[in-house]
Structures are given as structure tokens and as C-alpha cells.
């Protein structure tokens, strides 16, 4: 594979397509309802075969599975229901057979409280795990903001937990400790510096079985109180250094949702996401909006229009100027957290949307199924800490028109979550057999993205129409020498037209709804069109 050239990050980043599978929705291979590694594997040449070359696997560590796995019990052990350390160490291999990387997500803030450092951390005497956490020093203590657990276990303190109550924050220190707040250590008292090598040894023990890098979960949360970020930064920058001397070839990626942040600090990904900077936002809306905030304004993907596309690229702008060369920004299709962005909206505006996000530059991220267009499955109860709009979006993936959709052969009341059976709901199988498939459709943008290095993660971005208010967005691919592309999306149902002399003369490469007549943009409504420029 690639080796590490002069650049700040891994080469074959430069060139990668991630795609997120949330493992006990995707394939089971045992037939006991819940997906599995064995079942991924099976699926390797399936992944291959859309053109991708990256996996990003959800938790797949030992957990009671509060929060579906973000709540680790051991960071060492596969959990048994995904399969074993071997069939982990199985699917890095044949992975890597086929040019395909996998990365892991590694939940760096927390643990499960079932974990054993955690257990012993909660015991009345003193231990080595003592000061693993964030404990106050009695259960009386008044404790300013964060959220805190009272009357847990027999020690005589309050833990602060980062997400839901049974997630305790892992102790990495606050970056400007209150002394008369005791449970605020600095980062180099000897807790949090325990704390630190046991993520160093976490990443080793996995990058020395063969994975190729992690998604850190929470990535900004990890020291306390740090409101300019520096004392985080310092953090991630020693484990930057670690990995480029020790695995040039692995990647960090984060979730802090804040890409100029996050690559100053030391990762090469950041998302952006309907959470932290608002970019991704004006696009498909923020997250008050999707759990029914009805004052949220419109966004720009709206059948209505209405939305602003020069916000999104305002905010985007800052981020891209300021990480280019460094790092790359992340529009994924959808990830586990979020409704998918299908919901509400038909095959045919899901094809713009595609259009857009797998033609921008950066490191592209397809959630599972998006790439068959599976549908947001409304009101379904919580499963594993779901809640709100988690659930409908982690059902299981839909690769035949048969039982379970052939995810599972198990009775559908034991599967992970109910498989969308409606009459409409796509499948991988069928889709293989249509060449106007969206899954053929997103193969067909991912062979384009590989073909004309102009579209490629690291090629220029530059708008060439972006007003606000205003409908269609244009902006232009180029990587410098051999190509330049313009790719133009109207999500509204209006038709729109514009006059754009860089378009002179461009030439369709793939297109549905929109032309180019002597400089003329001319789009129907729900359109899009990619074009090769000169
Ligand atoms: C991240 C994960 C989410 C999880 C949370 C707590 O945001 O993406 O699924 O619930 O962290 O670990
Ligand atoms: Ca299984």
C-alpha cells in the first residue's frame, strides 16, 4: 500500500472513501438477529465493488450495551455477540487484501460502569483506580456544572459522567484546576497520566493487530474545562507524534465537529455534522430541527427552498482555508446519531444531495444503506440507548428482497431492530440488477471521483455560484493541470437559469435535469448536473 509521503497526513487518505458500518445492523452471520464480524466479512467484496476503500465500524469492544456499545466493559476484547479477537484480526486481513483499511471507534472519554477500572474505582479504599475518574470527595459535595452521579457504589464521592448516567468520565484532568475544588486534578497528576497510558496501550494493542486507525468518539471532551483548547491540543498532539512515528500509516479522525479545531489539534478528519460548527446545518438542518424545533429557519436541501446556501459555504469557507493541506473536512452522508437524510424526501432529491456531498472535496463518509437509499424508519422504541432519532436510522441493511431482507435468517421478532419490509424499501440485490439504481448511481459518482482527480479529496474548491437566498449552487472541482469540473445542484422544485460565463463551455459528464446551452445553466427543478469545464 501507499507509503507516507511529505504531506501532513497518511497518502492514502488523500485518495479515500470511507464507508461507516454500524455493525449489529449490517450483516448476521449466525442467525441470531444481530450482525457480526463474520458477517462483514462476507461482505467485503460487496464494499469493494461500490468503490469505496475505507471502513469506519461503530464500537464493537466488550459492553453492556447501554449506548449500544459506547459504553465499554473492555477495550481488549471484541464484543462476543460481534465475535472474537481472531475474527477481528480475520476481517483487518481480508480487508487489507482487498485495499480496503478499517478504523476503528475508540471511545476515549468514558467507560461502561461495569468496567473493572471503574468497579475498583468506586470501592471505599484507596487503589491504583482511585483517581481513574472524577470523583468528588463525599456525596454532599455542591458540585458546579457537568452532571454528576450521587449515591452510586460504597464510596463516598460523586462521579461526573459524560453522556448517559452509566458512562463515567475518564480522568485526563482539568486544563486550570480550582484548588479548592479537589476533584479537578492538573493533566500531569499521576491519575490522569495513568489514564493517558491506558489509551496509548489501547491503540496499540489494536494498530498492532492490524487495524489502521481510529474514530475517537466525544474527541473534545477528554480534559475538563478547557475552554481555549489548548491543554486538549496538547493531548492529541502527543498522540499524533506517537502514531506518525510508530504508525505513519494510521489515521485519527475525530468527532469534535469542529474541523479547524480538530486538525490544528492533531487529527486528520474532522466531520462536520448536524451538531458544533453550523455549515453541515444550513445544508439539512440542525439537530433541535430534526427532534421537531419548528423555529429552526429552512435549510438549503428543502423541496420549498427557502434555505441559504451562502451560510453553509461562509462557514465551510473558514474551515476549508484554514485546514487545506493539513487535514480534510467530512460531509458524510448520514452517520448512527441522525435521522437519514432520505427522510421526507424522495429517491430523486437524495440523487442531488449524493451529487453534492460525493463531489466536494474532503474525505467522504457513506453511512451503511445510504447508498441504497434505505429509508428513516418512524417511532420505533428506543433499542440499546437509542432514543429520540437514533433508532430509525440503525435498522438493519437491506441486501435482498427475502426474509429479513436477507440481513438474518433469525424470526424477524429477535433481529436487532425490525427491517423495513414496506413495499418500496430497497435492496441491495435488486438495485445490482438496475442500472438507474441509487446504488448504482453512487457507484457510478465514486468511479467519476476516482477518474478525474478533479474531484478528488485534496483537488481545488472554489464556488462559481453561491448568493444568498438564491438557488442553484455552482462551484468548480480543478486539480490545477488535467481537469476542471463545475457541479451544479437545485434541490428546490423550482427550475431555475443562470448565465455563467466560466460555463461557457462545459460539457455534461452526468446530469439529470440540467443543461448547458452557450453559457446558459438552465436546471429543473430537483436537478443536478456535473460538468467538464474547457
Ligand atoms: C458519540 C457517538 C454517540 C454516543 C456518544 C456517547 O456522539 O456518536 O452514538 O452515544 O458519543 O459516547
Ligand atoms: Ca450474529
Known amino acids: ?221 477528554l480534559v475538563k474545562e478547557d475552554a481555549d483548547g489548548s491543554t486538549i491540543r496538547q493531548l492529541w498532539a502527543e498522540f499524533r507524534g506517537w502514531l506518525e512515528r510508530k504508525y505513519p500509516q494510521a489515521v485519527l479522525i475525530a468527532e469534535w465537529c469542529n474541523p479547524k479545531q480538530a486538525i490544528d489539534a492533531g487529527f486528520y478528519v474532522d466531520f462536520m455534522i448536524h451538531s458544533g460548527e453550523p455549515a453541515y446545518n444550513h445544508l439539512f438542518g440542525a439537530w433541535n430541527r430534526i427532534c421537531g424545533d419548528a423555529r429552526e429557519p429552512h435549510v438549503f436541501f428543502e423541496r420549498a427552498g427557502g434555505g441559504d446556501i451562502s451560510l453553509f459555504l461562509k462557514n465551510y469557507m473558514e474551515h476549508y482555508q484554514a485546514t487545506r493541506g493539513k487535514g480534510f473536512i467530512s460531509l458524510p452522508t448520514g452517520n448512527h446519531d441522525f435521522p437519514r437524510l432520505h427522510r421526507g424526501r424522495s429517491n430523486k432529491e437524495l440523487r442531488v444531495i449524493h451529487a453534492m456531498l460525493l463531489t466536494m472535496p474532503g474525505v467522504p463518509f457513506i453511512y451503511y444503506g445510504d447508498e441504497i437509499g434505505m429509508d428513516y424508519m418512524e417511532n420505533l422504541p428506543s433499542r440499546e440507548g437509542s432514543y429520540c432519532n437514533r433508532t430509525g436510522t440503525r435498522t438493519p441493511m437491506q441486501w435482498t428482497p427475502g426474509k429479513n431482507k436477507g440481513f438474518s435468517t433469525a424470526k424477524a421478532r429477535d433481529l436487532y431492530l425490525p427491517v423495513d419490509n414496506r413495499r418500496q424499501s430497497p435492496n441491495v440485490d435488486s438495485q445490482e440488477k438496475d442500472p438507474a439504481s441509487h446504488l448504482n448511481f453512487v457507484r457510478t459518482l465514486l468511479r467519476l471521483r476516482r477518474e478525474y482527480p478533479a474531484l478528488g479529496n485534496t483537488a481545488d474548491f472554489t464556488p462559481i455560484y453561491a448568493e444568498q437566498g438564491q438557488y442553484p449552487f455552482v462551484y468548480e472541482r480543478s486539480d490545477g493541470r488535467r481537469s476542471r469540473l463545475a457541479v451544479a445542484v437545485n434541490p428546490r422544485l423550482k427550475p431555475c437559469s443562470i448565465r455563467l460565463p466560466k460555463l461557457q463551455n462545459a460539457k455534461p459528464l452526468l446530469a439529470d435535469g440540467a443543461t448547458v446551452e452557450r453559457g446558459k445553466l438552465n436546471m429543473e427543478g430537483i436537478s443536478f448536473g456535473l460538468f467538464l469545464l474547457e
Not at 139 to 150: A, F, M
Open 1 to 221: 500500500m501507499a507509503s507516507k509521503t511529505s504531506q501532513n497526513y497518511p497518502a492514502w487518505l488523500g485518495e479515500a472513501v470511507f464507508y461507516q458500518v454500524y455493525p449489529q445492523s449490517f450483516a448476521d452471520s449466525n442467525g441470531d438477529g444481530i450482525g457480526d464480524l463474520p458477517g462483514l466479512i462476507g461482505k467485503l467484496d460487496y464494499l469493494k465493488s461500490l468503490g469505496v476503500s475505507a471502513i469506519w465500524l461503530n464500537p464493537i469492544f466488550d459492553s453492556p450495551m447501554g449506548d449500544a456499545g459506547y459504553d465499554v466493559r473492555d477495550f481488549l476484547k471484541i464484543a462476543p455477540r460481534y465475535g472474537t479477537n481472531g475474527d477481528a484480526r480475520r476481517l483487518f486481513r481480508q480487508a487489507h487484501a482487498r485495499g480496503l483499511r478499517v478504523v476503528l471507534d475508540l471511545v476515549a472519554g468514558h467507560t461502561s460502569v461495569e468496567h473493572r477500572w471503574f468497579k475498583q474505582s468506586c470501592r471505599h479504599t484507596r487503589n491504583k483506580y482511585s483517581d481513574y475518574y472524577i470523583w468528588t470527595p463525599n456525596v454532599w459535595t455542591q458540585t458546579p456544572k457537568g452532571r454528576w452521579i450521587s449515591g452510586y457504589g460504597e464510596r463516598d464521592g460523586n462521579f461526573l459522567t459524560n453522556f448517559f448516567w452509566f458512562q463515567p468520565a475518564l480522568n485526563y484532568g482539568y486544563a486550570k484546576p480550582d484548588p479548592a475544588r479537589p476533584w479537578q486534578q492538573p493533566v500531569n497528576a499521576p491519575g490522569p497520566r495513568a489514564v493517558r497510558r491506558e489509551l496509548h496501550n489501547i491503540m496499540k494493542f489494536w494498530l498492532d493487530a492490524g487495524c489502521d486507525g481510529f474514530r475517537v468518539d466525544m474527541a473534545s471532551s
